[in-house]
């Protein structure tokens, strides 16, 4: 069962503009969540991350915000750029392990 | 460089060989956890060690997988009797116990393709 899901396998964003990135998970005992980006040939990077007790996390041009209730998060990235463009990752952990979403494709184009 | 490393960076392998992988932590993480990454999905948990502990292992990981970390610092994840369904990017990750935010950080994997 997928337990993080990233609905949305793509996103084409203009430069400038806000970048919307959608996650939902289904296990309430996760109490951390992280989104991570990855470029094609090297290993997710960690970008943000947020602690279950917290319903915003903001770091530069990144923000993350959690609905518990829903249990959904977004990642928010305002401006975009065109160095944006990749592969995001949403995971969660309730333990040691990280859970990973499918991903979303980033394209951001001028 | 004081990242998480890993080697090879690829290997190609005939069915049935048996492959083993490396990777090197952050040098003051004593956590290093190893995951497999197929195409379109995200990375899916193999195993963790704390030190020289081997504390999880998921049930993805079949008797043909051993990993270790004798002194608790490089790892190694062996696949015997490989077969065509191994063929993924394994990733190594290494992180601190106390780090409360529960960040890990990647190396950047080895491609393993078997033929």
């Known amino acids: 069962d997928q337990q993080v899901k990233q609905n949305s396998p793509s996103l084409s964003v203009q430069e400038g503009r806000i970048s919307i990135l959608n996650c939902d998970y289904t296990?309430?005992?996760?109490?951390?969540f992280l989104w991570y980006k990855k470029y094609p040939a090297e290993g997710p990077t960690f970008l943000i991350s947020?602690?279950?007790?917290?319903d915003k996390n903001e770091d530069g041009r990144f923000t993350v915000f959690l609905n518990k209730s829903a249990k959904h998060l977004s990642l928010h990235i305002v401006p975009s750029q065109p160095g944006d463009s990749a592969v995001y990752f949403c995971?969660?952990?309730?333990?040691?392990?990280?859970?990973f979403g499918t991903g979303t494709r980033l394209q951001v184009f001028p | 460089d004081t990242g998480v490393s890993q080697n090879p960076r690829h290997k190609i392998t005939k069915r049935g060989q048996n492959v083993t992988f490396r990777c090197d932590p952050i040098?003051?993480?004593?956590?290093l956890y190893w995951y497999r990454q197929t195409l379109g999905q995200g990375p899916e948990f193999l195993t963790y060690?704390?030190?020289?502990?081997?504390?999880?292992k998921s049930r993805l990981l079949s008797d043909r997988f051993s990993a270790e970390r004798p002194k608790g610092s490089f790892s190694t994840l062996e696949i015997q009797r490989t077969e065509q369904g191994d063929s993924a990017m394994y990733l190594c990750?290494?992180?601190?116990?106390?780090?409360?935010?529960?960040?890990?950080?990647f190396g950047p994997g080895t491609r393993l393709t078997v033929t």
């Open positions: 990750a290494s992180s601190l116990a106390w780090q409360g935010s529960r960040e890990q950080y």
């Open positions: 296990n309430s005992m996760f109490d951390y």
């Open positions: 947020i602690s279950s007790i917290k």
């Open positions: 995971a969660a952990s309730g333990t040691d392990k990280l859970i």
């Open positions: 040098s003051e993480h004593n956590r």
């Open positions: 060690f704390q030190n020289e502990a081997q504390l999880e």
